[in-house]
Nanobody, 120 residues
């Protein structure tokens, strides 16, 4: 089971940290990815952390602003989002599988998502 939290309504330039609480998987055996989906848009890969702790950033628009990390003891993966922009408004999902991928079709295990709204 994957449960996202930490979303909310923020202003441009603010920061948020999203959490993905993982149960039924161990982070040293599974990759966890963050995706986002804006209204009317396809689901977009944002970032992924591998079972060995390596990271990938997929969305060019978040480069230098978003950071993925994990706490193995808490079995939780985080997405630190800084300098938020209106274009970051979306529902953010975490997903689990054996390997990282930028493609949503690869992942079979998803959380319900948490909504992030960036607006002044």
């Amino acid at each position: 089971q994957l449960v996202e939290s930490g979303g909310g309504l923020v202003q441009p330039g603010d920061a948020l940290r999203l959490s993905c609480a993982v149960s039924g998987y161990t982070l040293d055996q599974y990759a966890i990815a963050w995706f986002r989906q804006a209204p009317g848009e396809e689901r977009e890969g944002v970032s992924c952390i591998t079972s060995s702790g390596g990271t990938f950033n997929y969305a060019r628009s978040v480069k230098g602003r978003f950071t993925i990390s994990r706490d193995n003891a808490e079995n939780t993966v985080y997405l630190q989002m800084n300098s938020l922009e209106p274009g970051d408004t979306a529902r953010y999902f975490c997903a689990a599988d054996r390997y990282c991928s930028a493609y949503a079709e690869y992942f079979e295990n998803w959380g319900q998502g948490t909504l992030v709204t960036v607006s002044s």
